[in-house]
């Protein structure tokens, strides 16, 4: 628990990039239901609505009035997002601003959650994006007051974030943002992941161009690009990220079966070296699947957890829909299904072919497979 002592500056321990503080009741449980639909917020909420997981979802919990635990978030986030109401929030911030160009973002939502209000740094700071996105993404409505300054185009730092993509390395988030609002030349390469993530009614600025592929985009010499990729890039690619930014689509599944009692590190040592054989991103994966039979499979458990992976699983006769080329009856003899990894794969991502049919290790099996976006398809859930 954070220690609160006046005069004091807590110690907090980040790990995202911004803050989402709540101080009253209803305000805890929309907030531990926004970190996960934004998984890039640390959640702060007072201990005396503590619920007993705050330790393994590293929720930080203090005692005492905010207003002293501040100062500490205003010096470490980008943003803080404040389930608090406006008037407490404008005088708690007013002793600690300096100016617009070192000053948080600082963002108000209100206790129903249905309003989210850009409060501070709304242009420079991103306030006012972060409040577009954020809103989005828990179903709330925008309120931006500064509608001169609010520029229809991308947020690079949060580009893609209501579909859960993550970005590679935040190192050129800043030169790259600077290209976008100052209408310098920027290559956008798409190659997997959700297409409709123009978030603006209007069409894009002439300063964002759209290139098929990464040799069009160095051919085209941008001051900077966006790269939306789920590999591995090639050396010769490395010149667009000079000033560029790799970002990461949920757009992997993988499919995998094991015997029982594999250890969790034994089951990502295989995903890792099967991952980086295929020049594929980890951090683009997206859930793993596997037979009901293993729901309660410690080792799979524990991987998806540490990852932030979805675990589905699907019945023996659900796997036997999908078609798989090397149907075993050795496999239908133990589980009923006469493949698990490879059907799991596929029926997860709604696809017909995989990245990677079936690879065996010692004790486990994985198959991964693409989801499809350009059909827009949401994946099947088991129910």
């Known amino acids: ?42 959640l702060y909420y007072m201990k005396k609505f503590e619920h007993g997981d705050e330790a393994t979802r590293h929720i930080q919990l203090f005692d005492g009035t905010v207003r002293l635990l501040l100062p500490a978030l205003f010096q470490q986030y980008k943003a803080i997002i404040c389930i608090i109401s406006l008037g407490a929030v404008v005088r ?6 300096v100016d617009k160009k070192k000053d948080p973002a600082v963002l108000v939502v209100d206790d129903k959650g249905e309003y989210v209000i850009s409060v501070l740094s709304g242009h420079i700071g991103g306030a006012n994006a972060l409040t ?40 050129k988030l800043t030169p790259v943002s600077a290209s976008v609002v100052n209408e310098e030349h920027v290559a956008i390469v798409q190659e997997t992941g959700e297409k409709n993530w123009w978030m603006h009614h209007t069409p894009m600025p002439e300063n964002l161009k759209l290139y098929s ?29 000079n000033n560029g930014v790799i970002f990461r689509p949920k757009s992997l599944v993988l499919g995998m079966g094991c015997n029982r009692g594999t250890s969790a ?14 020049k594929l991103s980890k951090k683009s994966v997206k859930a793993i699947a596997t037979i009901d039979l293993k729901k309660d499979e410690e080792g799979f458990l524990q991987v998806a957890a ?16 999908i078609p798989i080329k090397n149907p075993s009856e050795t496999v239908f003899n133990y589980t009923g299904a006469y493949g698990v990894c490879e059907p799991a794969a596929l029926r997860y991502a709604n696809s017909s072919e995989w990245l990677l049919e079936k690879k065996k290790g010692t004790n486990a099996t994985i198959s991964i497979a693409r989801i499809p976006f350009d059909e827009e398809v949401s994946p099947k859930l088991a129910t």
């Open 132 to 171: 577009q996105e954020f809103a989005e993404t828990i179903g709330a409505q925008p309120v931006v007051t500064t509608a001169s300054d609010v520029q229809k185009t991308i947020p690079v730092d949060l580009f893609g974030a209501k579909f859960g993509w993550v970005w590679d390395s935040e190192e």
């Open 306 to 321: 540490k990852n932030n992976w979805q675990f589905v699983t699907y019945t023996a006769e659900q796997l036997n829909e």
């Open 213 to 241: 592929s990464t040799e069009e985009a160095l051919t085209a010499k941008p001051h900077a690009t966006l790269l939306i990729t789920d590999r591995l890039i090639e050396p010769y690619e490395e010149e667009l990220l």
């Open 1 to 42: 628990m954070i220690s609160l002592q006046k005069g004091l500056i807590p110690k907090i321990d980040q790990q995202k990039p911004y803050a989402l503080v709540a101080i009253t009741k209803h305000g805890v449980e929309h907030a531990r239901n926004y970190i996960e639909k934004f998984p890039y917020a640390d």
């Open 265 to 278: 590190e034994e089951i990502e040592e295989l995903i890792d070296e099967t991952l980086l054989e295929l």
């Open 92 to 97: 708690m911030i007013a002793p600690l601003l």
